[in-house]
Structures are given as structure tokens and as C-alpha cells.
């Protein structure tokens, strides 16, 4: 069972930045794929960037690729999204997911954190 707890969300005028953070909490310390996914108000939910275990691993959508990158921190059991450069388009609800392949979810969901870029 792994619980996501993601935060950092907020509204930020375009050109700047904001950093999202998911944290697991569960049982056991061993760490997950993660991945970041988003839903923009009357669009489907899709995928945006995802990280391998070690950190090492790292993928991203080619719409945030170059502008979003994604990190890990273990010792925290917390991942990591830095976003620069932000655009209108970027606004959207953004979901921690665990488990997933590819560019597919897996089982376990944060609540997400809303994201608003103002222009």
C-alpha cells in the first residue's frame, strides 16, 4: 500500500517556475517508479515525465521535454518536478503516480496539486 502526497502546486505568472514534490508514504522503504501525469480542465489525463528507482531512468513527454525536469531523492522517499519556463498551456492538475510503465499510470494516485499559469 503506498499513499502519494504531492504539493508545491500554486499560480505563477508565465516565465516562471514551480517545483512539485510527491512523497510516498508506506510501509516499506522501497523506492517506485514515479511518474508525473496531468489533466487540464476538459482534456483526458495524460502522461508528463517518469523516473526510474535509482534516478537514473528518466522520460518525458516531448510537450514538457527540455522545460520540466524530474528528480529523486530516496533518503526522502520523494520525487521531485521542477517546471521553468512556464506557459499557459502547463496549466492543468498535476498527479503523482507509482507503479506505472512507460508512458501508462500505474496503480497508486496522489490527490494532485493544481498548477495555474496566468498571462
Known amino acids: 500500500q503506498v499513499q502519494l502526497v504531492e504539493s508545491g502546486g500554486g499560480l505563477v505568472q508565465v516565465g516562471g517556475s514551480l517545483k512539485l514534490s510527491c512523497q510516498a508514504i508506506?510501509?516499506?522503504?522501497?523506492?517506485?517508479?514515479v511518474g508525473w501525469f496531468r489533466q487540464a480542465p476538459g482534456s483526458e489525463r495524460e502522461f508528463v515525465a517518469r523516473i526510474g528507482w535509482s534516478g537514473i531512468s528518466k522520460y518525458y513527454s516531448n510537450a514538457v521535454k527540455g522545460r520540466f525536469t524530474i528528480s529523486r531523492d530516496n533518503a526522502k522517499n520523494t520525487v521531485y518536478l521542477q517546471m521553468n519556463s512556464l506557459i499557459p498551456e502547463i496549466t492543468a492538475v498535476y498527479y503523482c503516480?507509482?507503479?506505472?510503465?512507460?508512458?501508462?499510470?500505474?496503480?497508486?494516485w496522489g490527490q494532485g496539486t493544481q498548477v495555474t499559469v496566468s498571462s
Open positions: 508506506e510501509r516499506t522503504s522501497s523506492p517506485h517508479i
Open positions: 503516480n507509482a507503479d506505472g510503465q512507460g508512458t501508462a499510470p500505474g496503480y497508486y
